[in-house]
């Protein structure tokens, strides 16, 4: 199997560290590309304590993706199908073309970057959002139910199963 370098990024870091965008700039160099990187950005909001207007000229962290003519893919993070093709997608590019490839999952934290730290005193109207929305694990739960593609029993068991490992 091949290498692919991956790179985990957070959404403040990434647009925070000017190395990535040099390293984006140097990707296509004959004495240094890696043959295309796939970035992935954790986009979970909690970067900053501010909101994107006001740390960033871009509405996301991967704006300068764009300076390096660098492609990415904005996907939910809640959506796991759709994160599934997100990256599937990128795979493909970075295999066919041969350059960087951006996927920005576009998330949240439900608390702040440790446990005594709390996002609601600089986030209070989306961390009101964030703690009445259902955790991912139930929501594609549910969704799975929904389409039947699975039983409430076959999700308690293989739930059960997976907790007792």
């Not at 590019?93 to 730290?117: A, C, M, S, T």
């Not at 709390?118 to 594609?140: A, G, V």
Request: hydrophobic fraction near 35%; glycine fraction near 8%; proline fraction near 4%.
């Amino acid at each position: 199997m091949a290498y692919m370098p991956i790179i985990l990024h957070g959404d403040a870091s990434f647009q925070g560290q000017g190395i990535n965008y040099e390293l984006m700039q140097m990707a296509d160099l004959d004495d240094y590309s890696t043959g295309g990187t796939i970035h992935v950005v954790c986009n979970n909001q909690i970067g900053f304590t501010t909101t994107p207007a006001e740390n960033r000229h871009g509405l996301y962290s991967t704006v300068l993706g764009i300076g390096a003519d660098v492609p990415v893919i904005h996907v939910n993070a809640d959506c796991p199908i759709e994160v599934e093709y997100a990256f599937a997608t990128a795979i493909q590019f970075r295999n066919h073309f041969h350059k960087d490839i951006i996927v920005d999952l576009i998330g949240y934290r439900r608390l702040g970057h440790n446990e005594i730290d709390t996002p609601d005193f600089t986030q209070p109207l989306m961390y009101k959002e964030i703690k009445s929305r259902p955790n991912i694990y139930n929501l594609y739960r549910d969704e799975l139910i929904e389409e039947g593609a699975l039983t409430e029993q076959e999700a308690e068991s293989r739930w059960q199963a997976l907790m007792d490992h």
